[in-house]
């Protein structure tokens, strides 16, 4: 059996060489350079726009703008973005845009022999510009009377809302012994993808408009280029090479429209050449959205037993200047503001805010962390109050199987939050694995150096200990017609009863998660064929039906479901004596809810993962510098299809909840961000991570899942930034409600503690 056993993945051998073909790669010596102008304005209407002294320039083959877009709108989720900023536009959207709303919206589009013709074409490109109020965060932007969006948010930049109202809350307060109440911060992180936004852009030999492009969701990039240029579907093909990291940042648009009208246009004037662009550091970290940042408010209260008796909690997302994916990261983060817990009695209100600051947009986790750092900060701040354990009250209030969720509905079957918690309270009480580390997983106090030239003093050294855990959709949510495709060729002597070898078609994107290997060892199982039997074609519009986006935890999940079924009818086929034997199948999961919008009523999700996390840490009450010793990361995935692409993941989420939780502090003023570049961006390199991290992997079936699998790749990112603060507090007795934890932060806090 493939599934269950972790082969080598079918790109490593690629990636390890540097053969694997990203799309930076694929740009021939023949293509043109295409340059994306930003307008460097986070608020400023345009008055006059002048591109003839760029086009004149030596080496520039054109520059495009507002009035070459037959349909100057895209978004996800919401159109209401413009491709470009501009004075003309072909009246096919109703959509103004002659207003920069960000300092990276598009204002042209330059396409050159080279890319230094670009770039001094770019800079020749004349722009007026009237300023506008800059509404730089949510406190600014709910205070204006100024809006960035009249055209969708007549009334307040607070454009987007939703509700909960659960239970009787008078009653819940009146059972409370104890209440606590805090407002919580959070930061924005960035996705600093390996490669930058990159693509190349051509018109195939079928005279399709073809990008080869990084992304998430090859069909959605295709139907949203098709609706900017005003073709139908079938004349755009997208294909994924590889892909240089994605964690949701990649569902959004960068390059892909321009690329294709570039090609299109220059068609029409009888130049058929590719059209390729690389952005540089700076232009992506400025140039593509952030996790959001904001705030929760939250207060709760529980009876002496540690039973929770209420929750209140109000959510604010910073969506930045345009919507992005936020109404969809602002309905995860409203349910998980309630734990993994069984709340009788909760009003939740959460509301995204449009501001003239860096959009904001998907990020693993998708809401979940922002939510979990006040929801569990919240649980353990009860569990000092009442002097209760902080794992013995997660056991009491844990959601299980025939809980009502916060939107009161029965949760899906299959909820192994108690099981999970229980792993991991057990498995952080043994010593860890590496003898270097004491059982309380601190090493000597010597060998605690932040700076190397200025050894700790032992005295200033405090240790604790924290726990946190958490659950994340698997999937769509709140009605969305969630779905996937994937088809399978059988193939053989027609007089065989057994296939020789099989074909494994799907759209789904290799972000870097390993998931192509995870279909092949899926597919394998499915039709009985030893794995290097099964022949693949992956990635690309053409060849393979709608895969649904690489995120929400959802691709494994969805695709191995797709592939079951495609084996079920390529083996129908194939007992029918056809050769090849073809099996086509969309899968479509149980459906989900919107929320109501009075109450929140809704069945928001079909299926769930489970996680909880226990951290050691070392701080040095001198500096502020805190080391993590300990993390014990404990998973349900249902069932590893592959056990160490999935202590991979788990891996990977902890070191990238460890950077979004110590160091990455990105910093915005104005509506411009400050720090662009990776050298004062700070993440996490070799010597910054855990000293131990323990994957705890468990495998209790999802009823619904592929060979009982649950999505598993967000889950570890979600807890851990409440874990640390919660360990924080159990050396120094000071309780941080904000973070990245970086050591100013730590020593302000400390030192306000004090006073």
């Not at 998430?216 to 990291?245: F, K, S, T």
């Not at 909690?313 to 998980?336: E, I, M, P, Q, R």
């Not at 860890?432 to 032992?458: E, H, N, T």
Request: aromatic content about 8%; hydrophobic content about 40%; overall charge negative.
């Amino acid at each position: 059996m493939s599934v269950g056993s972790s082969p080598i993945r079918i790109d490593a051998a690629a990636k390890l060489t540097g053969k694997a073909q990203y799309p930076s790669d694929r740009i021939g010596v023949d293509a043109l350079w295409a340059m994306a102008v930003f307008t460097d304005q986070p608020h400023a209407r345009l008055v006059s726009l002048n591109l003839d002294p760029a086009r004149r320039l030596d080496g520039v083959v054109d520059v495009f703008g507002s009035a070459d877009v037959p349909v100057n709108e895209f978004g996800l989720t919401m159109a209401d973005h413009p491709v470009f900023v501009g004075l003309e536009h072909s009246g096919r959207s109703a959509l103004p845009c002659d207003v920069s709303r960000w300092e990276a919206d598009r204002l042209a589009l330059v396409v050159a022999e080279t890319p230094e013709a670009a770039r001094a074409a770019a800079a020749a490109i004349e722009a007026e510009w009237v300023p506008l109020p800059v509404l730089a965060n949510i406190d600014e932007s709910l205070a204006s009377q100024t809006l960035i969006h009249p055209e969708n948010a007549k009334d307040s930049n607070a454009y987007y809302s939703l509700r909960i109202r659960k239970g009787d809350m008078a009653a819940g307060w009146a059972a409370a012994d104890v209440v606590v109440e805090s407002t919580y911060e959070f930061p924005y992180q960035e996705h600093a993808y390996l490669q930058p936004e990159a693509g190349l852009a051509y018109i195939d030999s079928q005279g399709r408009v073809t990008v080869e492009v990084a992304g998430q969701w090859a069909h959605e990039d295709q139907e949203q280029i098709a609706h900017a240029l005003d073709l139908p579907a079938e004349r755009v093909r997208v294909i994924y090479p590889a892909v240089g990291g994605a964690f949701g940042g990649r569902e959004d648009i960068s390059v892909q429209i321009v690329l294709a009208l570039a090609v299109l246009r220059l068609q029409k004037r009888g130049i058929n050449r590719p059209v390729a662009t690389v952005w540089s550091r700076e232009e992506s970290i400025v140039g593509h959205g952030k996790r959001h940042r904001g705030r929760i408010k939250a207060r709760w209260g529980a009876s002496r037993d540690g039973l929770v008796t209420a929750v209140s909690s109000t959510a604010w997302l910073d969506a930045g200047a345009y919507n992005f994916t936020s109404n969809k990261v602002l309905g995860n983060c409203h349910l998980h503001q309630a734990g993994p817990y069984e709340i009788p009695n909760a009003e939740i209100d959460s509301i995204a805010v449009y501001t003239s600051a860096t959009p904001a947009g998907a990020f693993r986790g998708f809401g979940a962390p922002q939510a979990a750092f006040a929801a569990e900060s919240q649980i353990n701040k009860l569990a000092e109050a009442l002097g209760i354990d902080p794992v013995e009250i997660r056991r009491i209030n844990s959601l299980r199987d025939s809980s009502i969720g916060i939107t009161q509905t029965l949760m899906p079957e299959g909820v192994t939050m108690p099981e999970v918690i229980d792993r991991c309270a057990s498995a952080a009480a043994a010593p860890p694995p590496d003898s270097a580390v004491s059982a309380a997983g601190v090493s000597a106090a010597k060998d605690f150096s932040p700076l190397l030239s200025l050894p700790a003093q032992p005295e200033a050294l405090r240790q604790g200990r924290g726990f946190a855990c958490s659950f994340k959709n698997v999937g769509f949510s709140f009605g969305f017609p969630e779905r996937c495709e994937a088809e399978i060729v059988l193939h053989g002597d027609p007089d065989s009863e057994t296939p020789e070898w099989a074909e494994l078609f799907h759209a789904g994107a290799e972000v870097g998660q390993g998931t192509h290997t995870a279909m092949l060892q899926m597919a394998a199982d499915a039709t009985g064929l030893p794995i290097e039997r099964i022949k693949h074609r992956f990635s690309d519009t053409a060849s393979s039906g709608d895969s649904g986006s690489a995120s929400a935890s959802r691709l494994t999940w969805m695709s191995g479901n797709a592939i079951l079924g495609a084996a079920e009818e390529a083996e129908k086929a194939w007992r029918d004596n056809q050769r090849p034997a073809v099996g086509r199948f969309r899968f479509i999961p149980p459906p989900t809810e919107a929320l109501d919008p009075n109450d929140g009523y809704c069945m928001p999700n079909f299926s769930y993962g489970y996680v909880a996390q226990h951290v050691e840490l070392t701080v040095d009450t001198e500096t502020g510098h805190i080391r993590v010793d300990r993390v014990v990361s404990t998973h349900d995935v249902g069932r590893a299809i592959n056990p160490q692409l999935v202590v991979g993941q788990i891996e990977g989420a902890v070191i990238q909840a460890h950077g979004y939780a110590l160091s990455e502090d990105l910093r915005s003023d104005g509506g411009r961000l400050q720090n662009m570049r990776l050298s004062t961006y700070l993440m996490p390199g070799i010597g910054d991570i855990p000293t131990n991290v323990e994957s705890v992997v468990l495998e209790l079936a999802d009823p619904l899942g592929p060979w009982g699998a649950r999505g598993m790749a967000e889950m570890g990112m979600i807890p851990y930034a409440p874990a640390i603060a919660a360990a924080l507090h159990d050396a120094t007795g000071v309780w941080f409600d904000s973070f990245p934890l970086t050591p100013d932060r730590v020593l302000a806090g400390l030192h306000k503690a004090a006073s």
